[in-house]
């Protein structure tokens, strides 16, 4: 395609937005643009033909003529001309158009290779009778026309869908490689742009007693599976239920997509197919099982019924299934009693893990996973030159850290005590201890405890009016 046209289908392309912030809306993965090939003509010396003779040269009136491509000369005959056709097709499209028709009835078969190079871009100005003339050259005596007749159906099928379809259908059943394999390929292009064509041919070759054309045509089961209809819904159902494993098999791949697009639909069919006698069909099945939502009990059931199948990776399947089905006291009893009758070495064990209760009977290393981390203040944390925090002391470390401490305190209060204290004010340095200041009586002499103590004798022996001159003791009551 042009870049000039390429510009004005993009230009036209509806993008749907926002109607809030006017933003493109995003609707998935974002598919990546393909031009189709039908508008883009073959690129080579004929390029060069000047514009007025390229009409000439392709009807016949001029034989040839000399052009320079690529800085080297170049004979230019009828066959190139007829390749530049698409340059002139739009300006004279009539003309154009019945060059291209005598070239694809001419007698040489260059020429008719050259006609059928360029049909699919002249057909999209002007049709008539140029798919007729294609129906009958792709049983053409020559061979490398027909292997261009077959190229050609290839890739205007997904253009002109209604135009081709009965010739597609004939060469969908030819017993010829090449043209059996060009038509299965427009038919794969058909899937994304007509579907609903390619549902038409695969519901007439699904019925067909051939199994490698129903093989064939179970390979596009995919690509139609994210189609919402019922008709590729009833294909898929009818290919899991075919005789020939390699049709269920392809069948059974579209089991995935049915999974996120049409999950009610995809559990019913996997009940067929989970349990098929076809190793294919049941690897398919259980990779759509582990997308599904086993939360219903259909699947409830499907899973269990699985877990006692004769096939050991469905039974591995459905085991692993069960901790998303049931809560832990039914998992250990259905676990119970699966081991019972299980044989398998590694699923045996598989069964006797989901018995065993970790947090209660494992290992204290098992049980010390179910234990909430200790808080630790990462600020508070002293950190190494590689920024990692330190491990938190241990126990016996705190205690003789505490008892250094301890010890520091006690020497530090023993020195304390010899220290020099402060000096006495004047008057109380010859002050007597306690125990040497007389009271009234001694203690080895005789007194009478009932008789009052002179209190006067005690404070005028310790000198104590000396610090207070204003203060004057009272007389004793008994002087």
């Not at 004279?92 to 019945?98: A, D, G, I, K, R």
């Not at 969908?172 to 742009?193: M, W």
Request: proline share 7%.
């Amino acid at each position: 395609m042009n870049n000039a046209k390429e510009a004005e289908i993009m230009a036209h392309e509806y993008i749907p937005r926002d109607p809030r912030t006017g933003r493109p809306l995003v609707t998935g993965r974002r598919r990546r643009r393909v031009v189709d090939d039908a508008y883009r003509p073959e690129k080579g010396a004929w390029d060069s033909i000047p514009i007025p003779d390229v009409l000439p040269l392709a009807t016949g009136v001029l034989q040839a003529c000399e052009v320079l491509w690529c800085g080297q000369p170049h004979l230019i005959s009828r066959p190139d001309a007829v390749r530049a056709l698409p340059r002139v097709s739009r300006k004279s499209e009539v003309e154009t158009h019945q060059a291209l028709v005598a070239a694809l009835s001419d007698i040489k078969p260059e020429v008719r290779v050259a006609g059928l190079s360029v049909l699919p871009y002249c057909a999209l100005n002007k049709v008539d009778d140029l798919f007729e003339h294609l129906h009958e050259l792709l049983d053409d005596v020559d061979s490398s026309v027909r292997k261009a007749a077959s190229n050609c159906l290839a890739i205007v099928a997904p253009v002109f869908p209604s135009a081709t379809e009965e010739t597609l259908r004939r060469e969908l059943r030819t017993s010829v490689k090449y043209r059996s394999k060009a038509a299965f390929k427009a038919l794969r292009e058909l899937c994304q742009v007509w579907p609903e064509v390619v549902v038409v041919h695969l519901d007439e070759l699904l019925r067909e007693d051939d199994v490698l054309l129903r093989t064939e045509a179970s390979k596009l089961l995919p690509r139609l599976s994210k189609t919402r209809s019922a008709a590729v819904w009833d294909l898929i159902s009818w290919s899991l239920q075919d005789e020939a494993p390699s049709v269920r098999a392809h069948a059974a791949r579209t089991l995935t997509s049915l999974a996120d697009s049409a999950p009610r639909l995809a559990a019913i069919l996997l009940e067929t197919a989970l349990f098929d006698e076809d190793d294919d069909v049941r690897t398919h099945a259980l990779r759509s099982l582990n997308r599904m939502d086993v939360t219903g009990f259909r699947m409830k059931r499907l899973c269990l019924d699985g877990a006692r199948d004769r096939h050991r990776a469905i039974r591995r399947t459905c085991i692993l299934m069960l901790p998303r089905l049931l809560i832990e006291s039914e998992v250990r009893e259905q676990a119970n009693q699966l081991l019972l009758q299980e044989t398998d070495p590694e699923l045996c064990d598989l069964l006797s893990g989901m018995i065993t209760d970790l947090q209660l009977e494992g290992t204290e290393e098992e049980k010390n996973r179910f234990l909430a981390p200790l808080p630790v203040d990462d600020q508070a944390m002293p950190r190494d030159e590689f920024g990692q925090g330190e491990p938190p002391r241990l126990l016996a470390d705190i205690d003789a850290e505490v008892a250094e401490q301890e010890g520091d305190a006690l020497r530090l209060g023993e020195g304390q005590r010899h220290l020099p204290g402060e000096q006495p004010p004047d008057g109380l340095v010859d002050r007597p201890e306690p125990d040497e200041v007389g009271i009234g009586f001694d203690v080895d002499a005789e007194h009478d405890v009932d008789e009052d103590p002179d209190w006067q004798d005690a404070i005028d022996g310790a000198d104590l009016g000396k610090q207070d001159h204003d203060w004057v003791p009272e007389e004793d009551e008994a002087n």
